[in-house]
C-alpha cells in the first residue's frame, strides 16, 4: 500500500474529533426538546460516502442528518472548511447558464443556504445529460431540496441537499465561522 493506512469510519472519526465517542444521536428529536444554541465546540462532519451529516459537540454526535452529495465529475469538495455564508429563502443561480430561480416551491435550494465553500477557478463537468462549463465562481453549501427522492444519492452540482425540514433544523444549529469537515 505504499506506507497509506487503512482504518475503519470510527477510527477516522476519533482522529479527525478528538473526544468523539462515536454515540449516535436520535434519528428523529421531538420538536419540544428545547433550541440549542450554537457553541465554538460545535461543529459539522460529512461523510460522503455514507451520504451522512453529523453534527458534533464537545466530542458527541447532536444530530445525524441523510443527506444527497456531488454526482460524479461534480463532486462536493473534501476537507475542511467553515461555513460562510447563510441564507434564508435564497435565490438559486444556475452554475452555467446563470438562469435565476426567486424562492419559492420550485427553488432547487429549498429554504435555506448554508456556504461552505468558494471556487473561483471555475469548473467543467457532465451532469448526466450535456457537458457544463461554468466560468467564474462555485459555491457549494447545505440546502434543502423539494426533489425529496435525491437525498441519499450523488446526484448535485457539489452541494448537499438535505430535506427542507432538516435544513431548517440544522440553519439553526450554525453560525458563521462553524467548522466544516467534509470526508471522501
Known sequence: MGGAVRCGAAALWAVLLPGFTGQPAAADSPASEPVVFPTPER???????????????????????????????????????????????????????????PPGPGNPLGSRWIGFHRDCRGRAGFNGKEHLVVKGCVSSGFHGTPQRDSVGRAVSHGCVRLLDEHVRELFDLVVLGTPVTVLP
Not at 58 to 70: A, I, K, N, Q
Open 43 to 101: 461543529h459539522l462532519v460529512l461523510d460522503r460516502r455514507l451520504r451522512r451529516l453529523s453534527v458534533i459537540e464537545d466530542g458527541r454526535e447532536l444530530r445525524r442528518f441523510p443527506v444527497g452529495v456531488g454526482r460524479p465529475g461534480w463532486e462536493t469538495p473534501v476537507g475542511r472548511f467553515e461555513v460562510i455564508e447563510l441564507a434564508v429563502d435564497p435565490t438559486w443561480e444556475h452554475p452555467a447558464t446563470g438562469r435565476r430561480i
